[in-house]
């Protein structure tokens, strides 16, 4: 079996263009094993988009009948290859898939685990709903966005008038935690570091041995990434409250994002948004204990369903 660290590299230099017909070499191959994307009786599409001045790896699993597709996105410091719990949920219940990784991320291009602004997520998101969605189904789409992809929806939905279906935030960021004294950290010592390590804080264990293991994770971030989160972060108070709707699921031991601020916000701004929070639920609500997974994946499948 080849290495998934030489397969990795050679897809990223190989950089092929997404193609519409199922083609799944043996690199592909490598990769669906190793993060568990290799699903039986289901249409694997995938490939490089040139967009907003990156190339994004893009991925569409459809089933034989679909009932409806969903946008999903992965989190900061991760990529696609960690969602085949919630992928494959999806199409056990007859949903099409389709997903990428961010700049920076998985084998997107970009420098590793930055951008300068996070309106440069927000135009690779708006760039692949706008113009490659429609391309890939005729249905109207859900979105299911983790952490900082919730962040990058979030920053779309109050800024437009969106025609999603349903809208699933899964432990969404707005404000990390800690974030008082991780600002004062970061305006004491900007000027000397430029990149901290990442902290696994509160995850499920065997989790967290995936990360040390999988060959796709960033573990330091840049301070210019944390920079970038503050500049938005001011930018999305000013924002008019919206009258979509929208589910947020919450777990109450998470140490990655302040979540009963985050909570506040969205009462806040999204008035008719739905909120469940789950008991010892952490941050990684799609890896997290077996029935953590089963009882976040409920709520997605009862929100959908209505």
């Known amino acids: 079996m080849m290495d998934i660290q030489i397969a990795i590299q050679q897809l990223m230099d190989q950089q ?29 599409l995938y490939g ?18 679909p009932r409806g597709t ?22 056990e219940h007859s949903y099409q898939v389709l997903t990428f990784d961010w700049p920076g991320h998985g084998l997107s291009s970009g420098k590793r685990a930055t951008v300068n602004q996070f309106s440069d997520y927000l135009c690779v998101f708006e760039s692949i709903y706008k113009e490659i969605v429609p391309s890939l189904t005729d249905s109207r789409v859900h979105v299911i966005a983790h952490s900082t992809g919730g962040a990058v929806v979030v920053d779309y939905m109050l800024n437009h008038s969106p025609d999603f279906d349903r809208v699933v935030l899964i432990a969404p960021l707005v404000r ?20 901290v390590q990442r902290v696994t804080r509160n995850i499920h264990q065997e989790y967290a041995n995936f990360i040390q293991m999988d060959p796709l994770q960033n573990h330091k971030v840049p301070l210019i990434w944390v920079q970038a989160l503050f500049d938005w972060y001011k930018k999305v108070q000013s924002a008019t409250p919206s009258n979509q709707e929208l589910l947020i699921i919450q777990g109450d031991q998470d140490r990655t994002v302040d979540w009963k601020y985050n909570i506040r916000f969205f009462q806040e701004k999204f008035p008719k948004s739905h909120i469940e929070i789950i008991q010892s639920g952490r941050h990684q609500l799609f890896n997290d204990t077996k029935s953590t997974v089963v009882q976040t994946l409920g709520y997605i499948h009862g929100y959908l369903s209505k």
């Open 48 to 65: 490089y988009i040139s967009c907003c001045n990156e190339q994004i790896f893009l991925q569409s699993f459809r089933p034989i009948e």
């Open 70 to 91: 969903v946008l999903l996105l992965h989190g900061y410091l991760e990529h696609v290859g960690v969602l085949k719990h919630a992928i494959r949920f999806l199409l």
């Open 176 to 195: 990390s935690y800690m974030w008082h004294a991780s600002k004062i950290g970061f305006y004491l010592g900007n000027r000397w570091i430029k990149e």
């Open 16 to 44: 092929k263009p997404f193609s519409f017909s199922s083609n799944e070499n043996h690199l592909m191959q490598e990769y669906t094993k190793f993060y568990g994307l290799d699903f039986p009786q289901v249409e694997h």
